[in-house]
């Protein structure tokens, strides 16, 4: 294990980093073979749920989750509009509200949209509208992480995780400016900014104003602009104009509040996501047909972090344990934890190097170091 708590990681420097294919042997590269390391992989996992005799979707300890995250939020909305509230009580109560969102958006709305809570199909669509609550369109969200992400993990371009703005530099394929020499140092600043990117711009962006082919060649049907807009609306009003016209409080707090909230929302969902795909021991493609299968592609391209904390896990909607989700994107969350063992067993079994960050604040150091890499390296 190197000091980066990897259990096997490829050269943390830029210049170093060489497709994962490269560091097998020859038996354990063909994708084809029955023995080859994705086809026992993906039996085992499979094998998994038939010997516990489990469904992939959502056990009791999903559906808790969802009951206790919708019941936070309603009841922190429900306490404001119905106690007689001072200003710090207000802003604590929003904030409650805010962490919730988070959590729901972590927990439920990620899964949902990948439908991983449910069999029938109505119950994730009606779980998806989540994000809508929280003020992201579900709809562009589903499109940016599924055509955007899933299908082209790190790969310039195209990978909607990737998109720096001019502001960041995330891989070696861009263009650096002078700028990105400091980005290791204002980049939790701008990613406290993501949420309410989301919220005010990022999403009409994509609709009116897109940037990726695949969005300009998207015909969105009509209901979908209805639902932005309508999304928006609901959003902001319950947000920001019924605490001033109903509760009477200061369009200042309430403002002050709003900032707040987002701040936490996007700190916390930016780093759960960036410390499993942009770190310095993870690898950056030059185009889709760089491995032969997929399952190469996401162990080259993708780290986990604190898998053996199950409050992390707990927390984080299991998007720690970020390589199974890539090989399971439609099972349930809850289920993580033991199929990352094993992942991890099949990895060292088949000597292909699997990586991990012990805690989550060592990942979000090595998140950082890649970005200071980034900055100063062409």
Same mark, same amino acid.
């Given at each position: 294990?190197?000091?980066?708590?990897?259990?096997?990681? $490829?050269?943390?420097?830029?210049?170093?980093?060489?497709?994962?294919?490269?560091?097998?042997?020859?038996?354990?590269?063909?994708?084809?073979?029955?023995?080859? =390391?994705?086809?026992?992989?993906?039996?085992?996992?499979?094998?998994?749920?038939?010997?516990?005799?489990?469904?992939?979707?959502?056990?009791?300890?999903? /559906?808790?989750?969802?009951?206790?995250?919708?019941?936070?939020?309603?009841? !922190? /909305?429900?306490?404001? =509009? #119905?106690?007689?509230?001072?200003?710090?009580?207000?802003?604590? %109560?929003?904030?409650?509200?805010? %962490?919730?969102?988070?959590?729901?958006?972590?927990?439920?709305?990620?899964?949902?949209?990948?439908?991983?809570?449910?069999?029938?199909?109505?119950?994730?669509?009606? %779980?998806?509208?989540?994000?809508?609550?929280?003020?992201?369109?579900?709809?562009?969200? *589903?499109?940016?992480?599924? *055509?955007?992400?899933? !299908?082209?993990?790190?790969?310039?371009?195209?990978?909607?995780? %990737?998109?720096?703005?001019?502001?960041?530099?995330? #891989?070696?394929?861009?263009?650096?400016? &002078?700028?990105? *020499? =400091?980005?290791?140092? +204002?980049?939790?600043?701008?990613?406290?900014?993501?949420?309410?990117?989301?919220?005010?711009?990022?999403?009409?962006?994509?609709?009116?104003?897109?940037?990726?082919?695949?969005?300009?060649? #998207?015909?969105?049907?009509?209901?979908? +602009?209805?639902?932005?807009?309508?999304?928006?609306?609901?959003?902001?009003?319950?947000?920001?104009?019924?605490?001033?016209?109903?509760?009477?409080? !200061?369009?200042?707090?309430?403002?002050?509040?709003?900032?707040?909230?987002?701040?936490?929302?996007? $700190?916390?969902?930016?780093?759960?996501?960036? #410390?499993?795909?942009?770190?310095?021991?993870?690898?950056?493609?030059?185009?889709?047909?760089?491995?032969?299968?997929?399952?190469?592609?996401?162990?080259?391209?993708?780290?986990?972090?604190?898998?053996?904390?199950?409050?992390?896990? /707990?927390?984080?909607?299991?998007?720690?344990?970020?390589?199974?989700?890539?090989?399971?994107?439609?099972?349930?969350?809850?289920?993580?934890?033991?199929?990352?063992?094993?992942?991890?067993?099949?990895?060292?079994? =088949?000597?292909?190097?699997? &990586?991990?960050?012990?805690?989550?604040?060592?990942?979000?150091?090595?998140?950082?170091?890649?970005?200071?890499?980034?900055?100063?390296?062409?």
């Amino acid at each position: 294990m190197s000091e980066t708590g990897a259990v096997i990681a $490829l050269k943390p420097d830029i210049d170093d980093l060489v497709p994962l294919e490269a560091l097998l042997p020859p038996s354990v590269r063909d994708p084809a073979g029955e023995s080859s =390391f994705p086809k026992v992989l993906r039996r085992r996992l499979d094998k998994f749920f038939t010997e516990q005799n489990l469904s992939p979707k959502a056990g009791r300890a999903m /559906w808790f989750k969802i009951a206790a995250g919708l019941a936070i939020l309603a009841g !922190s /909305w429900i306490a404001l =509009f #119905t106690l007689n509230t001072n200003s710090w009580e207000f802003v604590a %109560l929003y904030l409650l509200s805010g %962490l919730a969102q988070t959590f729901l958006l972590l927990n439920i709305a990620h899964d949902s949209n990948h439908n991983a809570i449910s069999s029938v199909p109505s119950v994730n669509r009606t %779980l998806n509208y989540v994000f809508d609550v929280c003020g992201i369109n579900s709809y562009m969200w *589903r499109i940016l992480h599924h *055509r955007g992400h899933h !299908s082209c993990i790190n790969l310039h371009g195209e990978d909607d995780a %990737l998109t720096g703005r001019g502001i960041f530099r995330f #891989t070696p394929h861009e263009p650096r400016a &002078r700028l990105h *020499r =400091f980005q290791h140092i +204002y980049a939790l600043f701008f990613y406290a900014l993501f949420s309410l990117d989301y919220v005010f711009l990022r999403d009409v962006e994509c609709f009116f104003f897109p940037s990726h082919d695949y969005l300009k060649l #998207t015909r969105h049907p009509p209901r979908e +602009y209805a639902i932005l807009f309508a999304g928006k609306i609901f959003y902001l009003t319950y947000m920001l104009v019924l605490p001033v016209m109903v509760l009477g409080k !200061s369009p200042l707090l309430v403002a002050g509040s709003f900032v707040l909230v987002h701040l936490i929302v996007g $700190l916390t969902v930016s780093l759960v996501f960036q #410390t499993t795909h942009t770190v310095d021991s993870t690898y950056f493609p030059s185009d889709r047909s760089e491995f032969d299968n997929g399952v190469y592609h996401i162990f080259a391209t993708t780290a986990d972090y604190a898998t053996g904390s199950p409050l992390v896990g /707990w927390l984080a909607g299991g998007l720690n344990h970020h390589i199974v989700h890539h090989l399971c994107p439609f099972v349930c969350h809850t289920h993580y934890a033991p199929l990352t063992r094993i992942v991890k067993e099949t990895a060292e079994e =088949f000597g292909v190097p699997y &990586r991990e960050h012990p805690t989550m604040t060592w990942a979000i150091l090595h998140h950082l170091k890649l970005l200071k890499q980034l900055g100063s390296e062409d």
